[in-house]
């Protein structure tokens, strides 16, 4: 199966790992909450939103770059989750000093 990516946070890190991710040639969503910074992988990858649940459609990777497990929960699983339209497994990058995983696992096997 083709590895379609969403990358969630653009920040400092985010940003520069998702284009070297687009260099690769791998097929790539963005998401941010900044649309300034969005604006900036224009023309660069498939789609890209503030949204999270707008971008997730037909990835089956989402690698998320973000401060904290409370952003990362809220923007896979809050109203606007990357999760909340999903019905399909799939592979989900973190950093591992985010506490709080579990709950998102556990969510995602349930599917």
Known sequence: ???????????????????????????VNVCDAQQDVLNDFEGLVH???TKPSQVACHRNVIITILPNSDVVEMVLLGKD????????QLDIRHNPANTGFDEVCNWNRTR
């Open 47 to 49: 789609a890209k939103s």
């Open 81 to 88: 989750g990357a999760l909340r339209q999903r019905r399909n």
């Open 1 to 27: 199966m083709a590895q379609k990516i969403l990358i969630i946070g653009l920040g400092i890190m985010g940003a520069p790992m998702a284009r070297n991710i687009i260099q690769s040639g791998f097929d």
